[in-house]
C-alpha cells in the first residue's frame, strides 16, 4: 500500500500543465458543470427541429469563459480568484439546482442583509455535500496541479491571445448559426441570462460599490408640515403595524384558500385587503419600498434611506414610534426611531439561540405597554405607533417558525432541506407557519383590547413578500420581479380597526370594508393608508392611494 501510495504520489508530482491547458479547462468546467441548471433549461425549452442548438449553450460559455479567463490569468491572481469563483458557484449551482434561485442584483441585497441565523438556516448536508464536490475539490485539484514555467513573455502572451481568440470563435460561430434561435428564446425567457454562474460576482462588487464605495445621498426631512388631526376625544392613539414576513395571500382562508389557516382571528371582524401585490420579492427590497412613498415603478433604494419613510413622518407628526425587530434587520427603515432587538437567547422559552417564536415581540410589547401604564403620573400617556417586525414564515427552517405543539397540518416537513420533503410536506410546514402567525395576531390585539380605555387602539398586518412551494420547480423567494410567480407577489393585508376607533378618527368603517375590497391594491397604498388611519395629514400623503379617504365622515 505504501509503495502504490508512494508511486501515485511521484505520478502526480510528474505531471505538469501549461497555464492555457488549465485555463480551458477551467473554462470547460464552468461551462458544462457549474452552469449545469441554465443547459438544462435551454434544452428543456428547446422546439423540435433545434435539437441540436440545445447543446450550444456549453459551447457558447466555453468560448466566454475562454476569453474572460485568458484577460484573469495573472500568476498572482489567477489561483485565489479561481478558487473564490469555484466555492461561491459551488453554492449558487445548488441554490439555482434546488429552489431555482437566481442571484440578481436585488438577490445579492438580500444575501448581504441577511442576518446569520436566516444564512445557518441554508446550511445542510446537501448543500455541503454540493460544495464539497462542485467548489472544494476542484480548487484542490487546482493549487495541487503544477503549472509548466514559461520560457518567454512574448510567447506566453501569444499563447494567452490565442485561448482568447478561440473562445471568440466559438461564440461567434454559434452565434452565426444559431442567432435566430437565441434571439427567440431570450425575447420570451428573459430570465436565462441571470441564470449564468458566476453573475453573482458582477452583482456582488455591484452592490458593494453602491453600499461602500458611493457616498450616500444626504437625508431629506421632507414631512415637516406634518401634523396629527385631533381626536374626537383626548384620548391618545396606540396603532401596532405587524409587518409580516414571508406571507402569501394564496395561503390564506381570508383569501379563499380551503383550509383554515387563520382560526385565532377568525371572530375578530378583521378587514381584508383585496388583491394586494409587493413592491419586491425579498425583504431587503419590499420592506424599505413599501414604507416609504415611492412607488414600485421608481423605488430606489438609496433615495428611500434618505428621506422620510411614513413612520418618519408619524415621529415629525408628534407620534411616538418604536421598531421591535425579530427578523434579522429593519434595512435602514428605522434608522432614525427607537429601536428594540429581540435577543435570540434572553428567553429560552420563546428563543433557541439562533431565532424566536414571534410571541416574544407579544411578549416585549406587553412589558412595554405595562411600563408605560405604571409610569404615565411621571410621563403622561402619547400617541404611539409600534411596528412589529415578525419573522413569520421565512423558510427554509419554516419548522423553527412556531412551537411544536402549535402544529396543525402534518405531515410537515420538519428539516431545513426542503428538497428532500414533498410538496405536500412543505406546503403543510408553511401553512402551520401562517396558522401561527394568526396566533400571534389574535394574542397581540387581545392585548391591545386590554388597554383599550387608555388609548384608541388599532392594529394594520402587512406581509413584505410572498413565497413559492415548489409550483413549476420553484420555491422560497427572490425571484426577479419582472417573472416572479404570483405566489411571490400577492400578499395578504389585514387591518383590525374597531368600531369606536373609526369612529374617534371620524371615519367610517364599512365605507372602509368596500374601499378594500376593491381590486388593484399594492404595497403602493400603505404608505398614504397609514396616514390616513392613524389621521395624520401631510403634502407627502396621496389621497388617490389613501383607502380611508373617501371614508371621512367630515
Not at 409587518?243 to 371572530?267: D, H, I
Amino acid at each position: 500500500m505504501l509503495k502504490l501510495i508512494s508511486r501515485l504520489q511521484t505520478y502526480w508530482n510528474s505531471i505538469e500543465v501549461t497555464k492555457e491547458t488549465l485555463i480551458i479547462l477551467s473554462a470547460l468546467y464552468f461551462a458544462v458543470v457549474i452552469n449545469f441548471p441554465i443547459n438544462q433549461r435551454i434544452f428543456e425549452l428547446t422546439t423540435e427541429g433545434h435539437g441540436f442548438f440545445s447543446f450550444t449553450p456549453a459551447i457558447v460559455l466555453t468560448g466566454l469563459f475562454m476569453l474572460i479567463f485568458s484577460v484573469l490569468s495573472s500568476r498572482f491572481i489567477f489561483k485565489p480568484l479561481m478558487t473564490l469563483l469555484l466555492l461561491t458557484s459551488a453554492a449558487a449551482m445548488y441554490a439555482t439546482l434546488k429552489y431555482n434561485v437566481l442571484f440578481d442584483y436585488a438577490m445579492m441585497e438580500n444575501i448581504f442583509e441577511t442576518h446569520s441565523g436566516e444564512a445557518f438556516s441554508y446550511i445542510n448536508i446537501s448543500s455541503l455535500a454540493y460544495l464539497f464536490v462542485f467548489g472544494v475539490l476542484p480548487a484542490g485539484f487546482l493549487w495541487l496541479v503544477k503549472i509548466k514555467p514559461t520560457t518567454s513573455i512574448f510567447n506566453t502572451f501569444l499563447r494567452r491571445v490565442a485561448v482568447g481568440f478561440t473562445g471568440l470563435i466559438l461564440v461567434g460561430g454559434v452565434g452565426l448559426f444559431f442567432y435566430k434561435d437565441y434571439v427567440s428564446v431570450g425575447r420570451n425567457h428573459h430570465y436565462l441570462n441571470k441564470m449564468i454562474i458566476p453573475a453573482h460576482i458582477f452583482n456582488t462588487v455591484k452592490y458593494l460599490n453602491n453600499n461602500y464605495f458611493t457616498e450616500a445621498l444626504p437625508y431629506k426631512a421632507r414631512a415637516t408640515d406634518a401634523k396629527l388631526v385631533a381626536s374626537s376625544d383626548t384620548k391618545p392613539t396606540l396603532f401596532v403595524l405587524v409587518v409580516g414576513e414571508t406571507a402569501r395571500a394564496k395561503n390564506m382562508a381570508y383569501y379563499g384558500y380551503e383550509r383554515n389557516t387563520n382560526p385565532y382571528t377568525q371572530g375578530l371582524e378583521l378587514i381584508k385587503v383585496n388583491d394586494v401585490t409587493s413592491c419586491g420579492t425579498a425583504t431587503a427590497h419590499s420592506l424599505p419600498c413599501m414604507m416609504s412613498d415611492l412607488n414600485h415603478s421608481n423605488y430606489k433604494r438609496e433615495q428611500a434611506n434618505s428621506q422620510d419613510n411614513v413612520l418618519d413622518v408619524m415621529k415629525q407628526a408628534g407620534v411616538d414610534v418604536v421598531w421591535f425587530e425579530n427578523d434579522g434587520g429593519d434595512k435602514e427603515v428605522a434608522a432614525r426611531l427607537t429601536k428594540v432587538d429581540i435577543s435570540t437567547s434572553e428567553a429560552q422559552v420563546f428563543c433557541d439561540g439562533s431565532s424566536c417564536y414571534d410571541e416574544m415581540l407579544v411578549e416585549k410589547l406587553s412589558a412595554f405597554l405595562s411600563d408605560k401604564i405604571t409610569n404615565q403620573t411621571v410621563t403622561p400617556l402619547t400617541n404611539q405607533m409600534v411596528a412589529l417586525h415578525i419573522i413569520g414564515s421565512h423558510g427554509p427552517t419554516y419548522f423553527k417558525r412556531y412551537p411544536a405543539e402549535m402544529q396543525r397540518f402534518t405531515p410537515a416537513c420538519n428539516r431545513g432541506d426542503i428538497e428532500n420533503c414533498t410538496d405536500e410536506e412543505i406546503v403543510n410546514v408553511y401553512d402551520n407557519t401562517l396558522v401561527y402567525t394568526d396566533y400571534v395576531l389574535a394574542k397581540t390585539i387581545a392585548l391591545l383590547e386590554q388597554y383599550s380605555k387608555q388609548y384608541h387602539v388599532a392594529l394594520v398586518y402587512l406581509s413584505d413578500h410572498g413565497e413559492s412551494l415548489g409550483e413549476n420547480g420553484i420555491y422560497l423567494h427572490g425571484t426577479p420581479y419582472a417573472f416572479a410567480p404570483s405566489e411571490q407577489i400577492y400578499v395578504p393585508w389585514l387591518m383590525w380597526l374597531p368600531e369606536n376607533y373609526t369612529q374617534a378618527k371620524q371615519l367610517s368603517r364599512e365605507c372602509i370594508i368596500k374601499q378594500a375590497a376593491r381590486a388593484g391594491h399594492s404595497h403602493d397604498n400603505l404608505f398614504h393608508t397609514l396616514l390616513g388611519l392613524y389621521g395624520v395629514e401631510t403634502h407627502l400623503k396621496n389621497p388617490l392611494l389613501d383607502i380611508s379617504h373617501e371614508c371621512k365622515l367630515s
